[in-house]
């Protein structure tokens, strides 16, 4: 069984950066995605980043130029550098690995962008 745990949320200012990680436990013996969602109030989750087994890389429309998504398979972590912030993107943001079907999601991480 799979888990996820991300690492690195907190409080930043708008323009400011913060880089978000995530660490799966257990043993993968397969080829498998990773990414992030975001899910701000009263809004519906959305996908902000995905790396492929194959390292091919896609980003939401809104974060790209600004954030970096990137993995470490021997740590089985995957990370999500951004920077410029604004305060619309604060939520909560969830890291996920995908492993032929099977999504397993990780618990979330607090970002908030104020002044």
């Known amino acids: 069984q799979v888990q996820l745990v991300e690492s690195g949320g907190g409080l930043v200012q708008p323009g400011g950066s913060l880089r978000l990680s995530c660490a799966a436990s257990?043993?993968?013996?397969?080829?498998?995605?990773m990414g992030w969602y975001r899910q701000a109030p009263g809004k519906q989750r959305e996908s902000v980043a995905i790396?492929?087994?194959?390292?091919?890389?896609n980003y939401a429309d809104s974060v790209k130029g600004r954030f970096t998504i990137s993995r470490d398979n021997a740590q089985k972590a995957v990370y999500l550098q951004m920077n410029s912030l604004k305060p619309e993107e604060t939520a909560v943001y969830y890291c996920?690995?995908?492993?032929?079907?099977?999504?397993?999601w990780g618990r979330g991480t607090q970002v908030t962008v104020s002044s």
């Open positions: 790396v492929t087994w194959r390292l091919n890389t």
């Open positions: 257990g043993s993968i013996f397969r080829p498998y995605d």
């Open positions: 996920w690995v995908r492993i032929d079907d099977s999504i397993t």
